[in-house]
């Protein structure tokens, strides 16, 4: 629970990693994918999972597998023996030195931070999470060419000389044009509450759905769901071709009404998402709310435990979209964490437009399900390590080749990045860690695995004198700890450097790489600064 605590490492052995690599590999190639499967490194990245903590009973550790044996091979393959891509054994690392986390490409954080700071207001710290800040920002990591991810692992020496950052990068394939993606089945399920009467919250979902419902293939279906104290559908599942006139008047008739029922909405939601299931199509659910939540169901858990066997025997997958400067954020995330999606955070006309247009192929098809990463840390080199974020996403090191533990559902296009604050041995040389990411086809649910590794050679540049798209990590990293230090829960990172310095660092990046991403994240860290106590 929040950024991991420090950790001395203990143990030998040295794990020995490859190169930097990308591409996919198939596991269950024999006892030589066996062994393959049954490396203990790891990786980092993108849509969404869930984690769990110390000893629950769903048996994860926050620590990071700090108390946990090592993991094992992966069930299906059997096999024995560890070795590298060369062939050369590997020794065991200490579980003190593996970091394991479902992946999570939600940036519905950082959008809301974005929409308070500019209402004159500083965040609430609890509702910071600095993986979706660094995941705001699109990079330049290598696509590998099928489903799965390619891996990219750098870093870079902070200014106080016993730490580096060091940044694991996934990235799946570009996302297929509209001709060529699968149909989609889209279930909106859309809050009328009274809360969405305000500006920019459901005049800003019509709007939306009016343009999307233009811009989709006649072979798309869309269905309608809205919900108050009750909830009804508006429109069940419908072919848009010959049929676009009747979704824009359903569209049209949405008005605010009275409290919000979200569980209503989501249960009837997936049940005419199951009624209107296409065969060969990308089933979604997509949840359009405030998520404040005020009458029938309001815990997460309780919502999507009645609607769990439309998850799991339908593969239907929940996409939530926040609106609205007053915002329930812990319990969209929640609910997008537990209905194997993802979330983010709309504040204009810009934002959904975005969201609901030029994103759409990311927002509803998938490359991977249940991907996990994990990251060994090599104890001959690393003194101490820190995740960055991530602190709902924890998974027990054990169970990163358990393929029944939930993970992360990933769509093309994406990136995702994860960030560490690690301390190296003084005068230690050689590997530093590899990062390996697991995830399972979308189609035939067969495992497979993909591995990246750095070495402490690599560690050359300055965080500030690094590639611009990784001072641009860093930058979103650091801004989001300063938002939460009021949080006791959190350490701040090292070397963190005063708003001051890092709105002069990002208005300078801006400048450079002519990004209006990054622009805006220049604006944000600004405001930040002005409304400092």
């Known amino acids: 629970m929040g950024i991991e605590h420090l950790r001395n490492t203990a143990g030998a052995g040295r794990p020995r990693g490859g190169t930097r690599t990308g591409g996919t590999r198939t596991a269950g190639r024999g006892r030589t994918a066996a062994a393959l499967l049954a490396l203990p490194i790891a990786g980092a990245l993108l849509l969404t999972g869930c984690g769990a903590g110390g ?3 769903d048996g994860a550790d926050r620590s990071g597998g700090h108390n946990l044996p090592l993991p094992g091979p992966a069930q299906p393959t059997g096999g024995s023996g560890r070795s590298d891509r060369s062939g050369a054994p590997e020794a065991t690392p200490s579980p003190g030195h593996l970091s394991t986390f479902a992946l999570d490409v939600d940036t519905a954080s950082y ?22 800040f660094v995941n705001s920002f699109g990079q330049d990591y290598p696509r590998p060419d099928g489903n799965g991810f390619s891996v990219s692992v750098d870093g870079a020496r902070t200014d106080d000389g016993r730490w580096s950052l060091v940044r694991v990068g996934l990235a799946t394939r570009p996302a297929d044009s509209e001709s060529e993606r699968p149909p989609a089945a889209l279930t909106f399920v859309i809050d009328i509450s009274g809360s969405m009467a305000e500006p920019g919250r459901l005049d800003l979902a019509r709007e939306s759905l009016d343009v999307m419902t233009d811009r989709l293939r006649d072979d798309d279906s869309v269905a309608l769901v809205t919900f108050s104290d009750e909830a009804e559908t508006v429109l069940p599942m419908t072919r848009l071709g010959g049929h676009r006139p009747r979704v824009h008047r359903a569209i049209s008739g949405l008005q605010p009404t009275d409290s919000t029922n979200l569980g209503a909405g989501v249960r009837t939601g997936y049940a005419t998402a199951v009624h209107g299931l296409r065969e060969g199509a990308t089933n979604r659910v997509v949840l359009i709310s405030d998520g404040l939540a005020n009458s029938g169901d309001t815990d997460a858990d309780t919502i999507l435990e009645r609607i769990s066997a439309a998850r799991r025997e339908h593969g239907i997958t929940l996409f939530g979209v926040g609106v609205g400067s007053d915002y329930g954020d812990a319990l969209m995330e929640r609910l997008a964490d537990k209905g194997d999606g993802h979330t983010t955070y709309v504040s204009d006309r810009d934002d959904a437009l975005t969201v609901f247009c030029d994103q759409l192929p990311q927002n509803i098809d998938l490359t991977a399900r249940d991907a996990k990463a994990q ?5 001959g080199t690393v003194e101490r390590f820190r995740l960055i974020g991530y602190d709902d996403r924890r998974v027990a090191d054990r169970d990163f080749r358990d393929d029944r533990v939930d993970g992360g559902e990933v769509g093309p296009g994406h990136t995702v990045t994860t960030l560490y604050a690690v301390r190296v041995r003084p005068g230690a040389s050689g590997h530093l860690a590899t990062a390996t990411v697991r995830w399972l086809d979308p189609v035939s649910r067969a495992p497979h695995e993909e591995s990246g590794s750095l ?9 500030w004198t690094s590639p611009n798209s990784f001072q641009v990590t860093a930058a979103a990293a650091y801004f989001a700890d300063d938002l939460r230090a009021g949080d006791a829960r959190w350490e701040s990172l090292p070397d963190a450097p005063p708003l001051t310095e890092l709105a002069s660092r990002a208005r300078a990046l801006a400048d450079v790489t002519e990004d209006k991403d990054v622009s805006a994240l220049a604006t944000a860290i600004g405001r930040a600064r002005e409304l400092e106590p």
């Open 55 to 57: 000893s629950s009973t």
């Open 111 to 132: 959008g809301y931070a974005r929409r308070t700071l500019a209402n004159g207001r500083i965040p609430d710290p609890a509702t910071i999470r600095p993986e979706e």
């Open 375 to 379: 990251v060994a840390f090599d104890p």
């Open 455 to 463: 070495e402490t050679r690599d560690l050359r540049d300055g965080v």
